[in-house]
């Protein structure tokens, strides 16, 4: 069973990069047709999906969010990362990340970040 951990900073300045890893267990990331995405819920808010590494690299993004999203990976330590820059406080979120292959979902427990000054 594919099992995913997000970390990074909790509190990010405005302006400012936020970077979270996500690490990935029971699993490989390269593993054929997995999708690897980045989705977050900002407070009182649905879900918003932001981006997607697939197995084989290629990303694609969430157009309201690609100017300022970046998803990368390295395969060495089984690890997927997101980048969002010039943040504010309307990036205040719970961020997750999430495995798809086919029928099958797996998600991280969340981690909150918060922009503020």
């Known amino acids: 069973q594919v099992q995913l951990q997000e970390s990074g900073p909790g509190l990010v300045k405005p302006s400012q990069t936020l970077s979270l890893t996500c690490t990935v267990s029971?699993?490989?990331?390269?593993?054929?047709?997995?999708?690897w995405s980045w989705i977050r819920q900002p407070p009182g808010k649905g879900l918003e999906w932001m981006g997607v590494?697939?197995?084989?690299?290629?990303?694609y993004y969430s157009p309201s969010l690609k100017s300022r999203t970046s998803i990368s990976r390295d395969t060495g330590k089984n690890q997927f990362s997101l980048q969002l820059s010039s943040v504010t406080p309307e990036d205040t979120a719970v961020y997750y990340c999430?495995?798809?292959?086919?029928?099958?979902?797996?998600w991280g427990q969340g981690t909150q970040v918060t922009v503020s000054s």
């Open positions: 029971g699993g490989s990331i390269t593993t054929n047709y997995y999708a």
């Open positions: 999430n495995a798809r292959l086919g029928g099958s979902n797996y």
């Open positions: 590494i697939r197995y084989d690299g290629t990303t």
